[in-house]
């Protein structure tokens, strides 16, 4: 599969996105930068419960614009499904292990959803929440187990500043774009997009670099110099490999 291949056309191997919400985005980050992926961190956000930062899922996407005073109003949050508010109609049929992906335009004028919401997202098994814009009730989802990252709070509502114009189309989310189907991870640090079409190849090779690069800190931390452990020359990835043999063998034998 390519670039051409459209996502929804390419499975995920499975367990593959369980394995990758233990990745760091900084490893994930630099495979993508070596696959020529440059744009692909979501500068400025933050998980409002930093206890539950990490998740990893499938891109659900949805796009506001500007809200318009004659047509988004409170009037359009009716107790059924409504093309007037496709806000809630992506909350119900967005499933397990996607993530909701809002593109706000990085307005924090007024928010890109509560903590109703995204408490009916986390009892179906939704992966989590990104919007480049503001969340509210932010004390009460900072105390919850579900990951949300947002530029800030906002206690204003959506209606006041944003209409939700289509969902399940190519974005922008922090100024990076977002496709539907497209892989984010998530982590103390921030959250990273992945073009689903590379998510194992980076999967794969971010975590053999999770794991090196904890051993060479763990170096740098002894003393050793700089040069030849970071980046890493022939002896000391000979060494690594030593030690690594060696872990194998002690897990294999106990």
Not at 64 to 91: F, G, H, T
Not at 144 to 171: C, E, K, W
């Amino acid at each position: 599969m390519d670039a051409h291949t459209p996502s929804n056309q390419i499975k995920l191997p499975d367990g593959l996105l369980q394995r990758m919400s233990r990745m760091s985005t900084g490893s994930l980050s630099i495979q993508l930068f070596k696959r020529g992926i440059r744009n692909c961190f979501l500068a400025g956000l933050k998980p409002l419960n930093p206890a539950a930062a990490r998740f990893a899922g499938t891109a659900f996407t949805m796009r506001l614009i500007p809200a318009r005073e004659d047509i988004d109003n409170y009037d359009n949050l009716v107790p059924y499904p409504s093309d007037r508010n496709l806000q809630w109609k992506a909350v119900d049929a967005i499933g397990k292990d996607e993530v909701l992906v809002v593109d706000s335009r990085n307005d924090c004028n007024a928010a890109s959803g509560g903590g109703i919401l995204l408490t009916h997202m986390m009892t179906k098994g939704v992966a989590g929440i990104v919007t480049d814009g503001a969340l509210r009730d932010g004390v009460e989802i900072a105390a919850m187990p579900f990951p949300a990252y947002a530029r800030g709070i906002n206690a204003t509502t959506r209606l006041a500043g944003h209409h939700v114009a289509d969902l399940q189309s190519p974005i922008a989310c922090a100024g990076v774009p977002v496709y539907p189907g497209d892989v984010l991870v998530g982590d103390g640090d921030g959250v990273v997009v992945i073009p689903r079409y590379l998510a194992q190849e980076v999967a794969d090779a971010a975590e053999q670099q999770d794991a090196m690069e904890q051993w060479l800190q763990q170096r740098i931390a002894d003393g050793a110099p700089l040069y030849g452990t970071y980046p890493p020359n022939e002896q000391t990835r000979a060494q690594y490999e030593a030690w690594r043999q060696s872990q194998n063998q002690d897990t294999s034998s106990s």
